[in-house]
């Protein structure tokens, strides 16, 4: 599996850069599980700070990780995309509070 920050012009001769993007990034992350543990106390779907942000920063591709997806290669060589659905987040939230609890 590679990521597409790996062919990043950006990325690769701007290694300063790629840090601050990094830092950011984990920020952002952070700041989108506090924002989320808000949302589930008050019984509120999940929300992307990520998305929010992206196409008020100009940057407003999607990465896998924000929209719950990634483009799948099998055996043979079809390349394909897999989505985790909403109802299928709710189900792993669902099970993974039963597990702490």
């Not at 990034?25 to 992206?54: G, T």
């Amino acid at each position: 599996m590679t990521h597409g920050d790996e062919l990043d012009a950006a990325v690769k001769f701007s290694p300063w850069l790629a840090q601050l993007g990094g830092g950011a990034c984990l920020l952002v992350m952070w700041l989108n599980r506090v924002v989320n543990a808000c949302r589930r106390a008050f019984d509120l779907p999940f929300w992307s700070l990520a998305n929010y942000l992206k196409p008020r920063l100009g940057n407003a591709d999607g990465a896998w990780v924000e929209s719950c997806t990634a483009l799948v290669e099998d055996r043979s060589g079809r390349l394909s995309l897999c989505s985790w659905t909403p109802a299928e987040q709710a189900s792993a939230r669902k099970e993974a509070m039963e597990v702490a609890a």
